[in-house]
Nanobody
Framework: VQLQASGGGLVQPGGSLRLSCAAS????????MGWYRQDPGKQRDLVAS???????NYADSVKGRFTISRDNAKNTVYLQMNSLKHEDTAVYYC???????????????WGQGTLVTVSS
């Protein structure tokens, strides 16, 4: 299974970005999907997650500004980020809990990370 993230970049404070992450491979089912972010030297923290049925969860710091969504037919998760702040600058990683077609249990997979820089 591979997760390919895209959409990061440089944006001014108050601006918007949309991240995408597509899963590919011998996928039987994808359960929870999510986005995490990490600053250099710090731990990776949850930004937002979404269940297969669409139930969402957000970090307090992004509530009301970020929206997570997914397209199950495309095995893709999105993160719409609005009203971006300097403190949102980080490397963003997508995550998916995936059961592959040849295994009975599911495992966590990670994307390669995409850098979001909020700066004027």
């Amino acid at each position: 299974v591979q997760l390919q993230a895209s959409g990061g970049g440089l944006v001014q404070p108050g601006g918007s970005l949309r991240l995408s992450c597509a899963a590919s491979g011998s996928i039987a089912s994808i359960y929870d999907m999510g986005w995490y972010r990490q600053d250099p030297g710090k731990q990776r923290d949850l930004v937002a997650s979404i269940t297969r049925s669409g139930r969402t969860n957000y970090a307090d710091s992004v509530k009301g500004r970020f929206t997570i969504s997914r397209d199950n037919a495309k095995n893709t998760v999105y993160l719409q980020m609005n009203s971006l702040k300097h403190e949102d600058t980080a490397v963003y990683y997508c995550n998916a809990h995936v059961r592959i077609s040849t295994a009975p249990q599911a495992f966590d997979y990670w994307g390669q990370g995409t850098l979001v820089t909020v700066s004027s």
